[in-house]
Structure formats: C-alpha cells, structure tokens
C-alpha cells in the first residue's frame, strides 16, 4: 500500500531536493560559463538554501571606529587600518521571513571601549568579508554593557512585481 508524506516533512523534503539540485548544479558548472539572455529568480526556498550553504562556514560579525564609507570594493574591516573588536556571540538564524535571512551577534562592551563611535558593522564568513554596514553617525557604545546587532539579507528579484512604491 502506497502512503503519502507527512504535511510536516514536505518542506525538508523540498529543501533536500533543492539542495542536491544546486550541489549537482555547482559540479556541473565550469568557471567561465556565462548565462546569456532570458530571465529567471531566486525563489524563496532556494535563496534559504544558498544562504544556508554559505552560512554554514565559520561566521564573524567586526565593529570599528572606522568612518570609510562601505564600497563594494571592500576586503578590510577597517580600510584606514584601525583597530576592529569582534562579537563574541555570533549566530546565523536562518529564514526570519520569506527571502530575508538573519544573523546576529553579541559583545559586552569593557570600560575601554566605551568611548568608541562604531562606523562600521561587518560580517565575515568563512574569513571573507561578505557584508559591510556603515553607520554615517556613528553609534556611540557610551553607558551601556553589551552591545548587540541583528543583521538580514534580502533577496530581490527584479522580475517580481512592486508591492512597495
């Protein structure tokens, strides 16, 4: 007698299909393929899987008195070469919304650095720095005891229609 799946476990199933699809994917493409014309998305499910792919390797999350404004460019923590304090509790969340991942970080903050003005959040993974944020302002960590930080990604396809104007 055949059965059918739990309700519950669809969703593990899909993620463990998408999952060797993109792993079958990645070995079958060369370095130099390029995709040419057409369109195509991301969908929600497989930006989750390449999120968690890539979240799967060591993660850090930096903070630096550093005002460089952030740059696609960037490969340092601080370009200016200034001192970066890590958090010490760092943690990738996962999907917190449809097509939004989120990771976060804590640190308690010594006496020492209480007179810091943080310009620049950054994420590492893997000893790559993958995200930068920039604070024009700055956040000033004076009369507090631990400073935390909520960082997300978004996926975006451009083929979608607007729904914010």
Not at 23 to 47: D, E, H, I, N, V
Request: proline letters at 5%; glycine letters at 8%.
């Amino acid at each position: 007698m055949h059965s059918f799946p739990m309700l519950s476990s669809i969703p593990t199933m899909f993620s463990l299909h998408t999952k060797r699809y993109f792993a079958c994917g990645a070995a079958l493409r060369k370095p130099t393929s390029m995709f040419l014309g057409g369109g195509s998305a991301f969908t929600y499910q497989g930006f989750k899987c390449i999120m968690d792919g890539m979240f799967a390797k060591p993660l850090s999350i930096h903070f630096t008195e550093d005002n460089s404004p952030a740059r696609k460019e960037d490969t340092a923590i601080s370009p200016l070469g200034l001192p970066t304090f890590h958090f010490c509790k760092s943690a990738y969340i996962g999907q917190s919304s449809h097509g939004i991942v989120t990771w976060t970080g804590q640190v308690t903050i010594s006496d020492a650095n209480r007179a810091l003005g943080v310009h620049r959040i950054c994420t590492k993974v893997d000893d790559k720095l993958v995200c930068v944020d920039f604070v024009k302002d700055g956040i000033f960590l004076t009369g507090i005891d631990s400073f935390e930080t909520y960082q997300s990604m978004r996926l975006v396809n451009k083929s979608q229609p607007r729904i914010i104007f």
